[in-house]
């Protein structure tokens, strides 16, 4: 998948993917798509329901070998 | 967005890993875009007090409470293992190997977060604390009116 943005959370666990996923959104423009690398494996629940409270819209997951590629749509301006 | 929804979380235990729960909790609704607000009393006092200097506080009961019960984020024990301060040291060496946030970046994330920090005024009366013996992060000293004010909003309210 095409994103505009990547962010790598590499090594870092629950909450540290969510809190940096909150603060890099920010520079995305509504309608952009980020691209989170994480190996923590909460995170292929912990990205849906982060988007369904802040109302992104959850792309979907792509995972090998233990690498999480998550992929974020910027909907609204926070 | 309809009105954010609100989270609070009461910090009763004054110990390294429940403080650390609460933290990991508040900061994660905060970047989920809750409104969350920590109420700390008690023991839980000890997470916001000021880690350098000493607190001033009247009488000797009081000034021994709180020679024995110092508290400061740099001084919690854990609430299992603490050993004597071996096992506490060792849980945060392997936190920091694992890069994993430590209370004191806990706490200054919270609040670039925006998460509210209200201290108990009971618990700091009957301890004989002033408000200079906590850290500046906490906006507020409030009873119990004021959480359940705000919990009775909440959708989230926690004990810890």
């Not at chain 2, 071996?86 to 200054?108: F, N, P, Q, Y």
Request: include cysteine.
């Amino acid at each position: 998948m095409e994103a505009d943005a990547v962010l790598d959370c590499m090594g870092l666990y629950c909450p540290m993917p969510i809190i940096e996923t909150t603060d890099k959104i920010k520079e995305l423009e509504v309608g952009q798509v980020l691209e989170v690398i994480a190996d923590d494996k909460g995170i292929v629940t912990d990205m849906p329901a982060w988007c369904e409270s802040t109302g992104h819209e959850f792309l979907g997951i792509e995972e090998k070998d233990g690498e999480y590629r998550v992929y974020v749509r910027k909907k609204i301006e926070q | 967005m309809a009105e954010k929804e609100k989270v609070t979380i009461v910090v009763f235990s004054g110990e390294l890993d429940k403080a650390l729960a609460s933290f990991n909790i508040a900061t994660t609704a905060a970047g989920m875009g809750m409104d969350v607000t920590m109420f700390f009393t008690f023991w839980g006092l000890n997470v916001i007090k000021k880690n350098r200097g000493p607190l001033k506080s009247k009488g000797l009961m009081r000034k021994m409470l709180n020679w024995m019960n110092r508290g400061g984020s740099q001084r919690l024990p854990l609430s299992k293992f603490h050993m004597f301060g071996l096992g506490t040291w060792m849980m945060k060496k392997l936190m920091g190997e694992e890069r994993m946030l430590s209370l004191e970046d806990s706490i200054a994330m919270a609040k670039r977060l925006g998460v509210k920090f209200i201290a108990c005024t009971n618990s700091i009366g009957v301890m004989g604390l002033g408000e200079d013996a906590f850290i500046p992060e906490v906006d507020g000293f409030a009873g119990a009116a004021t959480f359940l004010g705000e919990a009775r909003k909440g959708t989230v309210n926690l004990f810890v």
